[in-house]
């Protein structure tokens, strides 16, 4: 479990008042909960190779703040709750006493509730983002032993679906 703070920015020049187009900005911090459960289980398939099958429960809450609009307007967003499931393998295989790439695929399905803001009595709803993703993910590990004190961690996973794209991660960790 984590929890902590949302800082959103918002800067457009999108909107008209007294029919010019006015520049409006906002700035708002809200307090944020997020939680996840993992299940699963390590398969050892012979000494160099391991099956991590899996299953990932997220949970994200936000509450809902007011901010106040360039303009002096004020603008009231309602709490967003979300939810996510994952359910994937990571096959790792030992290349030799201080590494080991990987590789996996997952199923994601997320759920969202809808948003909504609220200013002068008018509403603006946002539909949840809801919806399947697929992930594929590769990457090479070091960790610490008797012949390094580093940890280190370079991914990269791509996804379709609802969330498109890519990720690259690098990870360094030195242990004292």
Known sequence: FRAGKTENNFASNDFIISGYPTHVTYTMEAPILTGHLRFGDA???????????????FATRQSGKSATLSTGDNVN????????????YRLTTKLNKVSKIY??????YEKN??????????????????????????????????????????????????QQGFNIFAKAQKSF
């Open 43 to 57: 398969i050892k398939i012979d000494k160099n190779n391991v099956l991590d099958l899996y299953g990932i429960y």
């Open 103 to 108: 590789s996996g695929i997952a199923w994601q």
């Open 113 to 162: 509730s809808d948003s909504i803001a609220t200013a002068q009595n008018y509403f603006n709803q946002s539909d949840g983002a809801t919806g399947s993703s697929g992930m594929i993910e590769f990457g090479w590990q070091i960790k610490p032993n008797k012949f390094t004190t580093w940890t280190l961690d370079l991914n990269a996973t791509g996804w379709v679906g609802r």
């Open 77 to 88: 967003f309602n709490s967003a709750f979300a939810q996510t499931f994952r359910l994937g």
